[in-house]
């Protein structure tokens, strides 16, 4: 088991950053490929951004590529996400994910190949 729990959601404008973070606990943190996935009001949840075990393969939206940056620290057990250029379009709740192994790039973005998920953080930017 894995458990999962956000952190550094919040209200920011439009342009400005977040830093959001998923603190893992449970079995061997660098044996699962971490994701971020984000559901606005009224949609379904889509895919944000995801890492390999090791860290060496990130794999990224289109809608986020180029703003959003993916991280893991195996010793800290922690995913981070670091969010620029926030647009009022990412208002979302943030979930962090976890595997129950490896990750490839065809199946980061599929809700499914995730096997644990956080509560999530709220994100809302205004413009």
């Known amino acids: 088991q894995v458990q999962l729990v956000e952190s550094g959601g919040g209200l920011v404008q439009a342009g400005g950053s977040l830093r959001l973070s998923c603190a893992a606990s449970?079995?061997?943190?660098?044996?699962?490929?971490m994701g971020w996935f984000r559901q606005a009001p009224g949609k379904e949840r889509e895919f944000v951004a995801a890492?390999?075990?090791?860290?060496?393969?990130?794999y990224y939206a289109d809608s986020v590529k180029g703003r959003f940056t993916i991280s893991r620290d195996n010793v800290k057990n922690t995913s981070n996400l670091q969010m620029n250029s926030l647009k009022p379009e990412d208002t979302a709740v943030y979930y962090c994910?976890?595997?129950?192994?490896?990750?490839?790039?065809?199946?980061?973005?599929?809700?499914?190949?995730?096997?644990?998920w956080g509560q999530g953080t709220q994100v809302t930017v205004s413009s």
């Open positions: 994910a976890a595997t129950g192994g490896g990750l490839s790039g065809v199946r980061a973005p599929v809700a499914l190949t995730y096997d644990y």
């Open positions: 449970g079995r061997t943190f660098m044996n699962n490929g």
């Open positions: 890492i390999s075990r090791s860290g060496g393969n990130t």
